[in-house]
């Protein structure tokens, strides 16, 4: 539980980071955002087509019950050669439009489809036009390659057929001219039956050999969705690159919000005190005027704070100073404080430096205070035991314009028995 409570302030404090420096974070989701804009504007675009071809299964039996039709192709073969070096030189020189093969094969990206005898081609160009032709051509280039090599090792078989078929019919003349030219029955007669039979046998196994590679479709296949069915994508996408442009300026402008929070030194909240001054912050007060105090929440925290601070207090401590670093210049927190300490029916002298100007004035009069006869000191007719003084400046004789002589003696002055609250004023130096 105490784990989860503080994951729960940390990711409280990133959300408050985030709060006090959104302009940080805003103007870099804008500037990133104009860089994604021109980045759009300006950079080259490119179409990609793509059109669709299905592989004619070359072979005797492509319709085998044993085997489907993509167990007879091979997709990783085929991509590569759709890509190869042959295919884009013919490519090149039907397109005509300068583009090298080399240009070619780079622009070029073939995709088997998994199971299944399709290959898809894609073709990218600086245009959609130029993109559908270039991908429709290297299809058909593709194609008809595919068509001819198939051609080509198909001649080459049956031509190495024949030629044995004239060898063997060569030896078939042979063996009848030794049967003829033999008495039946002889040795010889009979070597020359057993020839002509193997003989026979060999033809019949060639010929059919034959038919059934003359029977081989050897076209390379055919176009199923030529690229202008096909839609055309366009590159660098403009709704894509201009939606990354904006995560990654979100993205970036919380990143610099961090940085940018920790050099400013104004503090905030009560763990930025804490983490300045290496101690731990005893209340956070909401009010701003000292009256208020009395009553409400504010009333409750200055109480805790006064526990805290007198549980903290070494043996015959009994002076609390109080650095006063307002904006305004007036004590509230000092003069809170001592009226929280005079509600515990202590006996409180508040001392004030150069306690004649307004802002001081001003934080007093809600203690309700009369001038006690014969003396510098006033006292509260709010809390009993509470007792202000206001010092004047020093003169030429003090050691410090502040913290003067009648400062030191009204800090002395109180006995063991009372509890000073010193006021340190804004303007005092570090030797005060």
Not at 293 to 313: Q, T
Request: aromatic content about 2%; hydrophobic content about 45%.
């Amino acid at each position: 539980m105490n784990q989860a409570h503080t994951e729960d302030l940390g990711i409280g404090q990133y959300l408050q980071v985030l709060a006090r420096r959104w302009p940080v974070v805003a103007v870099t989701v804008v500037v990133v955002t104009a860089l994604t804009v021109a980045y759009v504007v300006l950079a080259p675009r490119t179409a990609t087509a793509t059109t669709e071809v299905n592989l004619n299964v070359i072979s005797t039996d492509p319709f085998t019950a044993s085997r489907s039709a993509s167990g007879l192709v091979d997709g990783t073969t085929e991509a590569q050669i759709a890509s190869s070096y042959a295919v884009a030189v013919l490519a090149s020189e039907r397109l005509g439009d300068g583009t090298s093969s080399s240009e070619l094969r780079r622009n070029v990206e073939v995709t088997p489809v998994a199971d299944a005898t399709v290959i898809r081609i894609a073709y990218t160009a600086p245009t959609p036009v130029a993109a559908q032709r270039g991908a429709d051509m290297v299809a058909a280039t593709y194609l008809e390659f595919r068509a001819e090599q198939a051609e080509q090792r198909l001649e080459s078989m049956i031509a190495r057929l024949e030629a044995r078929l004239v060898s063997l019919r060569e030896q078939l003349v042979a063996a009848n001219a030794r049967i003829a030219s033999s008495r039946e029955g002889s040795s010889t007669a009979n070597q020359a039956v057993s020839d002509r039979d193997l003989v026979t046998i060999e033809i019949d196994s060639l010929l059919a050999q034959k038919s059934d590679l003359e029977r081989i479709d050897t076209s390379g296949g055919a176009v199923l969705t030529p690229a202008l069915e096909n839609p055309v994508v366009h590159a660098p996408g403009t709704r894509m690159v201009l939606a990354t442009g904006v995560l990654l300026g979100v993205v970036l402008g919380a990143v610099l919000a961090f940085p940018a929070d920790r050099r400013n030194r104004r503090l905030r909240r009560g763990g930025d005190v804490a983490a300045v001054v290496d101690a731990p912050v005893l209340a956070t007060l909401e009010g701003t005027e000292i009256v208020p105090l009395l009553e409400g929440v504010d009333r409750e925290r200055m109480r805790a704070a006064r526990e805290a601070l007198l549980a903290r207090l070494p043996d015959g401590g009994r002076v609390l100073a109080v650095l006063d670093r307002t904006a305004t210049g007036a004590p509230d927190v000092a003069v809170g404080l001592a009226l929280a300490l005079a509600q515990d029916n202590r006996r409180v002298r508040l001392v004030l430096p150069d306690g004649d100007r307004d802002e001081v004035r001003d934080a007093t009069s809600g203690l309700d205070l009369e001038q006690v006869a014969g003396g510098a000191m006033e006292v509260s007719r709010l809390v009993r035991g509470l007792e202000v003084v206001r010092a004047p400046a020093g003169g030429p004789c003090d050691a410090d314009a502040l913290i003067t002589r009648e400062v030191r003696d009204h800090v002395r002055g109180p006995g063991s028995a009372a509890t000073v609250v010193l006021v340190v004023p804004h303007a005092a130096g570090a030797a005060s």
